[in-house]
C-alpha cells in the first residue's frame, strides 16, 4: 500500500479519503450519517478551532484502501497525539490498518509527541486492533441523539419553567453566531468549565482557552458552513457569565444539528442551569431553525449529571465509543 499525506486542496485525495471513511461507517456505525466532501474539506482546511488534522490515504494500485488522521495542539497537551484509523471493510486483516497507524506514529514521532491515543466504535475489531497494537482502554464515550420529532415538548418546557424558578439569580440570553470581541476573554473562562467533565483514565491535561482561541473556534466553526447558537447564562448580581451551551447546525443539511459544550462554571452549579440552558436552547431553536430533525451530542460514559439532563430531555443513545491510548 501507498501512504500519501495530503492537505485541504488536494481534491482527489479528499474524495479518496471520503469514500473509505464512509465505506467504513456504512458497516462499522450505519446509524451515523456519512461524511460529505464539503464536511471533510472544511475538516481539513479549518478544524476545531483553527488547527487541523493531517490526513492520509493508503493506496493499493490505485484503489483507495486507507485512510487515515492525525491531530496535535500547540494549546496544550504538548505529550499528545491523537490518530485515527481506518480501512475499508472488503480489505480488512491483511495488515493494512498496522502499516498506517505506523506511519502515523511515526508522524507523532516526529512531532516530538510521547503519547498517543485513538478511538473506535465499541467492537471487536477497534478493541482487537488496538489491544495488538499495545493500546490500553482509558475511557469510553456515548453518542446520544435528540429526534426532535419525538421530543415532548411539553416536559421541555416544564422543565425549563422549573430550572427557571430556580435559577432565577441568572439572566438568560441567546446569540447566533460571532461572540464580539470584548467578550472573548470571559468566553474563554467559560469554555474552560469544560474541563471538569470527566476523562476518565485517559493521561490528558486541562485544555488552556484563551480570547484567540475563542476567536479560532467561531472563525473555524463558521467558514465550515455551521450556523452557531449559544445559549449562555449571566449571573444578574455580579454579571458574571455563569454557564453556555453551543450548538451547529449544518448549512448543507440543515436537519442536522450537533451539539458542542454545554458547561457550567463551578461557583454557579447546583441551581439547574445546565437544564435550563439546553432546554432555552431547544425552545430557542423550534422557533427559528423548525427544518431541524436531530441533535447528536457527545458524552463521557461517565458523566453522570450531563447525561441526566440529556436523558430528560429525550437523547437516547445510538453508539458508544472507546478511547485507547499509549506511550511511544
Ligand atoms: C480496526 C481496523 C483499523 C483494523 O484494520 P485492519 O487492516 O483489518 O488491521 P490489521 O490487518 O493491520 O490487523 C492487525 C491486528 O489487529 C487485530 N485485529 C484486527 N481486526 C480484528 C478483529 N476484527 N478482531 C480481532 N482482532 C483484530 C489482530 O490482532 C490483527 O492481526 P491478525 O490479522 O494477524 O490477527 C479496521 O477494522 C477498521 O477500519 N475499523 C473501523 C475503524 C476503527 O475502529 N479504527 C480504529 C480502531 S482502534
Known amino acids: 500500500m501507498e501512504i500519501l499525506r495530503f492537505g485541504p486542496d488536494d481534491s482527489d485525495r479528499l474524495a479518496q479519503h471520503l469514500e473509505i471513511v464512509n465505506a467504513a461507517r456504512a458497516v462499522d456505525a450505519p446509524w451515523e450519517h456519512p461524511a460529505t ?51 475499508h471493510p472488503d480489505h480488512r486483516r491483511r495488515g493494512l490498518g498496522t502499516a498506517m497507524l505506523e506511519e502515523l506514529l511515526t508522524e507523532a514521532r516526529a512531532r516530538g509527541r510521547t503519547s498517543v491515543g485513538i478511538d473506535g466504535w465499541d467492537d471487536e475489531a477497534p478493541r482487537g486492533f488496538a489491544t495488538r497494537h499495545g493500546f490500553e482502554q482509558k475511557s469510553s464515550a456515548i453518542e446520544r441523539r435528540q429526534r426532535l420529532d419525538e421530543v415532548d415538548w411539553a416536559t421541555i418546557e416544564r422543565l425549563r419553567a422549573e430550572a427557571s424558578g430556580v435559577a432565577k439569580d441568572y439572566e438568560i440570553l441567546r446569540r447566533e453566531g460571532r461572540t464580539p470581541d470584548h467578550e472573548l476573554e470571559e468566553l474563554a473562562l467559560l469554555a474552560s468549565a469544560i474541563n471538569d467533565a470527566p476523562t476518565d483514565d485517559l493521561d490528558i491535561e486541562d485544555e488552556v482557552f484563551s480570547a484567540e482561541r475563542m476567536r479560532g473556534y467561531e472563525t473555524a466553526q463558521l467558514a465550515r458552513g455551521h450556523r452557531m447558537f449559544r445559549v449562555w ?13 453551543v450548538v451547529l447546525v449544518e448549512e448543507e443539511r440543515p436537519h442536522l444539528a450537533h451539539q458542542h459544550d454545554t458547561a457550567v462554571v463551578r461557583a454557579h452549579r447546583g441551581h439547574r442551569l445546565g437544564l435550563l440552558l439546553k432546554t432555552e436552547m431547544n425552545l430557542w431553536l423550534r422557533e427559528v431553525q423548525p427544518q431541524l430533525a436531530e441533535i447528536s451530542t457527545w458524552n463521557a460514559e461517565s458523566n453522570d449529571h450531563m447525561i441526566g439532563v440529556n436523558d430528560a430531555i429525550g437523547y437516547r443513545v445510538v453508539g458508544r465509543e472507546l478511547e485507547f491510548q499509549k506511550s511511544l
Open 37 to 87: 466532501l464539503r464536511g471533510q474539506e472544511g475538516r481539513f482546511r479549518h478544524g476545531w478551532d483553527g488547527e487541523v488534522e493531517t490526513p492520509y490515504v493508503g493506496l493499493d494500485e490505485g484503489t483507495p484502501v486507507a485512510a487515515g488522521q492525525i491531530a496535535t495542539t500547540d494549546y496544550d497537551n504538548l505529550h499528545l497525539a491523537w490518530v485515527g484509523v481506518q480501512v
Open 233 to 245: 447564562a449571566r449571573h444578574r448580581e455580579t454579571g458574571e457569565q455563569a454557564g453556555h451551551t
